[in-house]
């Protein structure tokens, strides 16, 4: 069985093992971390799966009341540091912008509690007399931690241009090289504003459909190429690779037609010459 959940409303979803635990959708669970568990909700309820789930993490538990008054705890710290770090870095006059805090919390008999600031610059930025004043005033230690452009857009989140969840910040785990050729393959307009994510870099998904075109085009007639159609010789004026076809100007009147790529490619003609119907 498989359950997943997110630590924040829409954010990423991690999938676990439940174990004995049947947890429901809007329950709050304790999910194990390198810090130790934290408090995260069920988004997806425990379901049976075909996969095996050997290599999954297994939930920790139901949050009881300690936890989630620690976890609110956690959640002020961070509205607290995210505050304090905003303020300081006006006065310093850096040119940083605070992306995500990270709070956490110490063993009572210790306290050593540790806060990292993520954010973004144009550079690289002396920050040592800012990380001095932000550890006095917070009273913890203190960390911070430049993000690429791509890094900044997965911390916070958005909506992109297709109207849903980035995928950044939803299920990819690794930044894949995207390059301007495969928005070439693809014909779409060059436009930096159509082709660029919300970070500013060539969207992820440029990448999808990619070997789908390098596919088609392996095998499809080049523009301009003469061809023989079901319904006439002609040339080819134009593709479209989301319906595998060709459109084709014919000979006979100048009318167009669309045909599928395999009844105008060489090697499909040459099978059907050899084997008729």
């Known amino acids: 069985m498989l359950c997943a959940v997110s630590f924040n409303r829409y954010g990423r979803l991690y999938y676990l093992d439940p174990g004995e635990l049947r947890p429901q959708v809007g329950d709050r669970v304790l999910v194990p971390t390198d810090d130790g568990p ?3 909700e069920c988004v997806w309820a425990a379901q049976w799966v075909t996969e095996d789930t050997d290599g999954f993490p297994k939930l920790a538990g139901l949050a009881q009341e300690d936890d ?12 607290e540091a995210k505050v304090a770090a905003k303020r300081l870095i006006r006065e310093h006059g850096l040119p940083m912008k ?6 956490v919390l110490g063993a009572p008999e210790t306290g050593s509690d540790r806060t990292t600031v ?3 610059a144009p550079h690289r930025v002396d920050f040592r007399s800012l990380v001095r004043d932000l550890g006095a005033t917070l009273r913890c230690r203190v960390e911070l931690r430049q993000l690429s452009a791509r890094d900044s857009a997965r911390v916070q989140g958005g909506i992109g241009s297709c109207g849903r969840d980035l ?3 939803t299920f990819l785990n690794d930044f894949e090289p995207v390059t301007i050729r495969m928005a070439k393959d693809q014909d779409l307009p060059l ?3 159509r082709i660029s994510g919300a970070c500013g870099r060539l969207m992820c998904c440029l990448k999808y459909e990619h070997p789908l075109y390098q596919r088609f085009q392996e095998s499809a007639p080049t523009i301009g190429s003469r061809v023989s159609t079901p319904e006439g010789d002609g040339k080819v004026v134009g593709h479209s690779v989301p319906r595998d076809s060709v459109t084709v100007r014919l000979d006979a009147d100048g009318s167009r037609c669309s045909c599928s790529r395999a009844s105008v490619c060489a090697p499909r003609q040459a099978h059907d010459q050899h084997y008729p119907s």
């Open 38 to 40: 934290e408090v995260a």
């Open 68 to 79: 989630l008054r620690r976890d609110e705890l956690l959640r002020r710290c961070k509205a």
């Open 98 to 103: 605070v992306v995500a805090i990270d709070h």
């Open 118 to 120: 993520y954010f973004t």
């Open 167 to 169: 995928c950044c910040a």
């Open 191 to 193: 436009n930096p504003l």
